[in-house]
């Protein structure tokens, strides 16, 4: 069974950075796309970013492009998100994902296994 598990949330200051991480247990997923997402209260759950397996292909959602990098470590089965200039827009539980192909995956819908979330708020 896999686990996912995000830790790097935190409340920060508008302008601020953070680096979210992922670490994932039970069985390696070097071999796996992985992505971010996150959930504001009452709205649904966004895409943020993705990577494909080997980190040849990344893709982000128009709001955090140029201020947030999608990066993954397989040697340690972690997946990061790094976010620059935050703003309390950005402000949301952040999960991240992994899927059972090796793509870069796009959709909520097509994640096989989820990770508990992390809060970040952004203050103004």
């Known amino acids: 069974q896999v686990q996912l598990v995000e830790s790097g949330g935190g409340l920060v200051q508008a302008g601020d950075s953070l680096r979210l991480s992922c670490a994932a247990s039970?069985?390696?997923?070097?071999?796996?796309?992985m992505g971010w997402f996150r959930q504001a209260p009452g709205k649904e759950r966004l895409f943020v970013a993705a990577i494909n397996w080997s980190s040849s292909m990344r893709s982000y959602a128009d709001s955090v492009k140029g201020r947030f990098t999608i990066s993954r470590d397989n040697a340690k089965n972690t997946l990061y998100l790094q976010m620059n200039s935050l703003n309390p827009e950005d402000s949301a539980v952040y999960y991240c994902a992994a899927d059972r192909s090796d793509g870069i995956v796009l959709s909520v819908n097509d994640y096989d296994y989820w990770g508990q979330g992390t809060q970040v708020t952004v203050s103004s």
């Open positions: 039970g069985r390696t997923l070097s071999r796996n796309g």
